[in-house]
């Protein structure tokens, strides 16, 4: 009798993983992977990678800080410091085995999406039997916010993964008491913050949860633990690299954190609070929604009425669902609080939602019922999300990449003018075999401006004759350039006028399709042109190399250029 149960719960922890990987494929198999980002920070997620690839490749010990500025002068839409590294590190392991291609750069974060699922799985089952526990796992994988961001190359679902684990770590370290647990929970902690420093907000209620373990009255007794002071410690102390790098690079996260920005509603606007209440319905699917409101309500109920830490309801501590109802509500105001607001930033304190909604099932209806509704709301969420919200793209910039790669003459530098730069940028850094192509950008050369447009923009001196000239001087061999692109700026127009001159001819055009916004230059779903012209006039390499502004950092960058670079 005890070896068939033992081989059934063998067999039904086999399902389990398979259910979770096949998951996990599925949402890979139906990923934009062909150059066709939609979001723009996604690409430059994607080249930040391959830039830690590359500089681990090429080993520049000998003068890593010129090696990366050449770097910079070449794929010019790096954000590599502007936020912490630990995504890219991963990517580069992906790039180093596959190759740095937009496929290899979504495995990194279908990667995070399979620990995102192990993670919820093994949280949710210190709740709930097996099959629910499925069920929320496979809801929190599936659902509509997670399967929107977890197939683009962001930042929002690797972190959401990673703080997941990190509290089933630490939830294990206060149930068994065994320091690994404590020093894995930490480690996951850092490495949370080391995707994006929003991960912070988790630390209350960690340490509630951590006071109410021992006791109202052995509560601070936690202080004189050694072992969970000294990993405290080496915590913020891991953390401070991560701090200055946001504190120097990553100033255009700070203003969007403290709404010196100015791009969206006041903390006084009732609006701001109950933006991200408005957007969880569409997030996680307004069943979830409202089966955890009832949910929640009796998790709180179950904690109030057993309020002594050392006592337990169903075997089940206390402090357990106190630790997952202050994990939302702390999310919710830290998120709330941050200037700029997005229904992607909260992905993070969404599974103590799903949990309650799976409870809230449990409550009310026999355990094997239960079971089966749970089990099928996480399937029917995941099949909804795959097959009616397809992920939005952008169709066009790896087939200019290629025809620039194919064409352009060796060590030539091209110069690219346009919305989606690093959707250009990264295509062409996915042609290893041109390591020697050098791309500038228009919007560097002709405008000084601090990351958005809206926070000021300074325009070059000069006319049509001056912007010529300097395209000589750089050496250009080649413009990319979208139709109409900013053109409502003086030096931009004189740009367009400079590239349609006897000095250029137009060689080819392609359409961009997809997705497109106004910011692309078209319409909504509509289309937009980007043209690719050739210099008339003999091409010299420039003298001295490039100089670049920085004006968010405050310094200006000055490189050379071509295979010289690398």
Known sequence: MLGHRF?????????????????TALLLATSPVRGDFWWQDAPRHALNGAFVRDFVVGLPWHDPIGWAVNYYIRYPSLTILF???????????????????????????????????????????????????LGVALLIMGAPGTALWGRQVMLDVPLEATLVASVLGFVEYLRRRRPAWLYGAAGLFVAALYIKLTAVY????????????????????????????????????????????????????????????????????????????????????????????IGAAALAWQAAARPAADQT???????????????????????????????????????????????????????????????????LTMAYSLVFLPVPTVRGYQEIA??????????????????????????MRTHAERGDVTILRADKLLLRMAVFREWGVQQVDGDQQ??????????????????????????????AQVVHSPDFREVAHFDISGDLSTNDGGVPNGRNVVEIFLPTYPVTPPQGGID?????????????TGSSAQ
């Open 313 to 379: 309801k169903a075997g089940r501590p206390v402090w357990l669902p106190i630790l997952m109802l202050s994990w939302f509500v702390f999310g919710y105001l830290f998120f709330s609080a941050i200037s700029v607001r997005d229904p992607r930033h909260d992905l993070s304190i969404l599974f103590p939602v799903a949990l309650c909604a799976a409870l809230a099932l449990h409550r009310f209806l026999p355990r094997p019922t239960a079971q089966a509704s749970t089990l099928a709301l996480g399937v």
């Open 402 to 427: 290629d025809y620039v790669a194919a064409n352009l003459p060796r060590n030539g530098i091209v110069l690219y003018s346009g919305y989606r730069d690093g959707n250009f940028v990264f295509g």
């Open 83 to 133: 936020y912490p590294p630990l995504f890219y590190a991963v990517e580069a392991i992906f790039f180093a085995a596959l190759g740095v291609n937009h496929f290899a750069a979504q495995c990194a974060v279908s990667a995070f999406v399979l620990l995102l699922g192990v993670a919820s799985y093994r949280l949710a089952r210190l709740f709930l039997p097996r099959w629910s526990a």
């Open 202 to 293: 988790i630390a209350p209620p960690l340490l509630l949860a951590l006071f109410m373990a021992r006791g109202r009255a052995a509560g601070w007794t936690v202080l004189r633990d050694r072992r969970v002071v000294l990993t405290a410690i080496l915590s913020l102390v891991a953390t401070i690299p991560a701090v200055l790098l946001t504190l120097r690079f990553g100033a255009v996260n700070m203003m969007n954190v403290t709404g010196l920005a100015g791009t969206n509603l006041a903390l006084t606007d009732p609006r701001a609070w109950v933006f991200y209440a408005r957007a969880i319905p569409g997030q996680l699917g307004y069943v979830p929604t409202v089966l955890a409101l």
């Open 7 to 23: 081989n059934r719960t063998r067999v039904e922890r086999l399902a389990v993983a398979a259910m979770l990987f096949a998951a």
């Open 466 to 495: 001056a912007i010529a000239a300097m395209l000589r001087q750089d050496g250009v061999a080649m413009v990319v350039a979208q139709r109409g692109f900013w053109d409502d700026l003086r030096a931009m127009k004189w740009f």
């Open 548 to 560: 670049i502004d920085m004006p968010f950092i405050g310094t200006r960058f000055h490189g050379v």
